[in-house]
């Protein structure tokens, strides 16, 4: 008898169905449901219902996934299905937890709420051929948790198995609503950090942003620009000038959309070929800006 797990794991593999009509999942053992569609032809949307096998209150939330789809370049955006999107979700036992929460950047802050264990992995199917270019927003609405000014939550993304990156942009009410972007795939989890010191993670971040910014597939005056970008962005937030060091940062996303292309790689494809080193860029100014936004007084 498979767990209710692995009967997850294994329906939510399926891609024979509708392309872009709604697909609703009944789980087994209660009145929830999942389901999925393709909405406005740009962003992939979940409706997550899952019984708490400990029979607790159902976890409930909703996934989403809004890209860029511009009217005057078609190919911006292609293969957007729900069977393409590749989703997947589980409630995490106490070893996924476990797993989970040693991969996180602070493993002794940061943790799983039991209110709400679960793990999306969007994971496309080479064979579908889903291309986007720049970024693409992702949404954990909450249903189950309840929102606080300077709430603790953050989510986060990670390769598969790999080391999770803290995407955060915004945490608001909804009842918590947690966003942030990227350029790349594949596991979104929400955790509880019980620290939060902002200071210090900024510092962190703007060591990550210089890192991504030195990777050799950027040419020469994305550099120069975004380079730029950065070191006045950090010298605001070294000054205390938080919101200029945000103001900053909104130049660098501006400068990203200019130069995505050639000289900003900016396209991800499910071949899995191509670097799309705008979208983490805008990804990690997206975080810092949240960071520097909390400094500053955002709730």
Same mark, same amino acid.
Request: glycine share 8%; net charge negative.
């Given at each position: ?16 169905? !509708? ?11 209660? !009145?929830?449901?999942?389901? &999925? ?31 860029? @789809? ?18 997947? +979700?589980?409630?995490?036992?106490? *070893? ?7 991969? @996180? ?14 793990? +999306? *992995? ?18 954990? $609405?909450? $249903? ?20 999770? #990156?803290?995407? &955060? ?14 350029? *790349? ?26 890192? *991504? ?7 020469? &005056?994305?550099?120069? &620009? ?67 936004? #909390? @400094?500053?007084?955002?709730?």
């Amino acid at each position: 008898m498979l767990t209710l797990r692995a009967n997850l794991l294994l329906l939510f593999s399926l891609v024979a169905m !509708p392309a872009l009509a709604p697909f609703s999942l009944a789980v087994a053992g209660g !009145p929830c449901i999942v389901e &999925t569609e393709i909405v406005d032809g740009r962003k992939f949307k979940a409706d997550i219902c899952l019984p708490d096998p400990n029979s607790g209150p159902d976890f409930e939330m909703d996934f989403e996934l809004e890209f860029h @789809l511009d009217p005057e370049n078609p190919g911006s955006l292609l293969n957007l299905t729900v069977p393409c999107v590749g989703f997947s +979700v589980e409630i995490l036992d106490a *070893t996924a937890i476990a797993d989970v929460e040693s991969r @996180l950047p602070d493993p002794l802050n940061q943790s799983i709420d039991p209110a709400l264990p679960l793990r +999306v *992995t969007i994971e496309p199917p080479v064979a579908c051929g889903l291309e986007f270019e720049d970024d693409y927003d992702a949404e954990f $609405d909450a $249903d189950n948790l309840v929102w606080n000014a300077q709430s603790p939550y953050r989510l986060m993304k990670a390769p598969i198995g790999g080391s999770y #990156r803290d995407i &955060t942009a915004e945490v608001t009410p909804g009842s918590v609503r947690a966003r942030g972007c990227g350029g *790349t795939f594949s596991e979104f989890v929400l955790v509880v950090d019980q620290v939060q010191d902002y200071a210090s993670e900024s510092v962190a971040a703007f060591a990550d942003l210089g890192i *991504t910014l030195a990777n050799g597939a950027i040419g020469p &005056t994305a550099i120069t &620009t975004l380079g730029n970008d950065s070191s006045v962005s950090q010298a605001a937030f070294a000054a205390g000038n938080y919101a200029e060091a945000i103001a900053r940062l909104d130049d660098m996303d501006e400068h990203c959309g200019t130069l995505g292309g050639p000289a900003l790689p900016n396209r991800w494809r499910s071949a899995r070929d191509l670097e799309n080193l705008e979208g983490e860029v805008v990804s990690r100014s997206g975080h810092l800006k949240f960071l520097l936004g #909390r @400094l500053n007084g955002d709730p």
